[in-house]
């Protein structure tokens, strides 16, 4: 039954809920979740989960600290599972972000745990920035079936790579590309030329179109209205603040008429690059000639690596 603006959303969209807060994410009935370090930062600083973060170092105190930090991380995850039907994102080390092989290993090490503790593969994805570096990960990882989903994702170029790999999943973020615009001094009226909004569109309908199986998920939502307009994506994933606003809006119709309109969505950049051959070179050439992308990835990886620094400081401090 349709009775809210989120049931209206379900319908046409796969609902992902984007937190670690696994003792309050059941209510919203969304089919996958997904963590960032970040996010477990969130969570382990409210005291709700101070006993659950004591019984995880207990268990693993002949851990180093590093270590007993992933474990935290995959229990964090494995919780999730628990009140959700579908996969769950755990996100490697960002500290590692610009190391393939080293990704690739952290991502191991979360498989092998996640093994360890019955939880299905199919039931994880692993998150990997999508540097350069990152994408190779991804790719020697879904050879062995190890699903990933690529994040911190902001430019054309870095979707492309994505596909071009054979990733399962790609992450574009909505809402820190629009900050930057806004911090530069850009306005828009409506959601539909929020800069954010339109690079996902864009790469969505471009996706469609090449009939690439990798999933398109939005991700870093600032409004129910930049979510409203990005209804029929194949995933979006949201904040519990912003899923229980929209419990409290009305059902909305006609969600999706903007993926019918696939010229009005079209992006210069894919136009451009119909012929441009995936490699290193092009790949940091071209992300370098964005300097939204380009600031974005880097803020975002060292964010994320300062917060997995805390994380394994938290462990510590209960050792
Ligand atoms: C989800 O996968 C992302 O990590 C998350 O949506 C980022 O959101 P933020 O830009 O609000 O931090």
């Given at each position: 039954m349709t009775e809210n603006a989120l049931d209206s959303l379900r319908n046409v969209t796969k609902i992902v809920v984007d937190?670690?807060?696994?003792?309050?994410?059941?209510?919203?009935?969304?089919?996958d979740a997904t963590t960032n370090p970040s996010l477990l930062i969130k969570s382990i600083s409210d005291v709700e989960y101070k006993g659950f973060i004591k019984q995880v170092s207990s268990k693993y105190f002949n851990l180093c600290s590093k270590d007993i930090a992933r474990e935290l991380v995959i229990s964090f995850a494995e919780e999730i599972l628990k009140v959700i039907t579908g996969r769950v994102s755990i996100e490697v080390d960002p500290a590692v972000a610009f190391n393939t092989k080293r990704t690739e290993l952290e991502a191991l090490k979360i498989v092998e745990s996640c093994v360890a503790r019955d939880i299905p593969l199919e039931r994880i994805l692993i998150k990997i920035p999508a540097t350069w570096e990152g994408i190779l990960a991804a790719k020697k990882l879904e050879k062995k079936n190890i699903r990933c989903n690529l994040t911190l994702m902001f430019s054309e170029i870095q979707a492309l790579t994505c596909a071009d790999a054979g990733v399962t999943l790609i992450s574009p973020f909505v809402g820190r590309i629009s900050d930057w615009w806004k911090k530069k001094g850009l306005k828009w009226e409506s959601s539909c030329d929020d800069p954010g909004v339109k690079f996902v569109r864009s790469v969505f309908i471009h996706f469609k179109k090449k009939k690439y199986p990798t999933e398109v998920m939005a991700a870093s939502f600032r409004s129910v209205d930049q979510i409203f307009s990005l209804a029929g994506l194949d995933l979006l994933t949201i904040s519990p603040n912003l899923l229980s606003n929209m419990m409290k809006l009305p059902p909305k119709k006609n969600?999706?008429?903007?993926?019918?309109n696939a010229d009005g969505q079209k992006s210069q950049f894919f136009e451009k690059n119909q012929t441009t051959i995936i490699n290193q070179v092009n790949f940091l050439k071209i992300l370098a000639s964005n300097e939204m992308a380009n600031q974005k990835l880097i803020e975002g990886i060292n964010i994320f690596k300062k917060d997995g620094q805390k994380l394994i400081f938290a462990v510590d401090n209960e050792s």
């Open positions: 937190s670690s807060d696994f003792k309050s994410i059941a209510r919203f009935n969304s089919i969600l999706i008429n903007w993926t019918k």
